[in-house]
């Protein structure tokens, strides 16, 4: 999980980070695009308030991702950020599946490592210790040699 979890960590970096740059992806215009596809819909309306606030949606979303990122690169808050993520993939696929259908190819191994980042902290927080408790005498016993005929 460890070489998973630094690749995507540095693939949501690398997201948050081309979102700055409108020639990459124009978040604003995908965003207007959406509400034009999803007119007549139950997701008109928020599809339209995230159209009508393009700048900021896009400064939200490059921040969650770089943040993610960061998360993912350095172990930290991986639990809270693999959920955020999947919050963020699952509005994601909604908001954008009538205009870009690949969306759901793209965003499936995001959202599977997750899931598995996420199965995989639980798991370490439920294992039982694996080292047995040593008391002071069974460590002093260990390092001092036992007595048999052959070392008197």
Same mark, same amino acid.
């Given at each position: 999980m460890r070489y998973a979890r630094f690749i995507f960590g540095l693939l949501y970096v690398l997201a948050g980070l081309a979102k700055t740059v409108?020639?990459?992806?124009?978040?604003p215009q995908t965003l207007r695009t959406a509400a034009i596809n999803n007119a007549g819909t139950l997701l008109e309306p928020i599809s *339209?308030?995230?159209?009508d606030h393009g700048g900021a949606m896009t400064a939200v979303v490059g921040v969650a991702l770089f943040a993610s990122g960061v998360s993912y690169l350095f172990d930290r808050l991986v639990m809270a950020a693999a959920i955020g993520q999947?919050?963020?993939i699952a509005c994601f696929i909604a908001i954008l599946a009538?205009?870009?259908p690949e969306i759901v190819a793209i965003d499936l191994p995001f959202a599977i490592v997750a899931?598995?980042?996420? *199965?995989?902290?639980?798991?370490?927080r439920?294992?039982?210790a694996t080292r047995p408790k040593v008391t002071r005498d069974d460590d002093i016993r260990q390092r001092t040699p036992a007595s048999t005929p052959q070392n008197r």
């Open positions: 409108p020639s990459i992806e124009d978040v *339209r308030w995230l159209a999947l919050a963020m009538r205009t870009t899931i598995l980042l996420i *199965r995989d902290k639980l798991q370490k439920r294992a039982p």
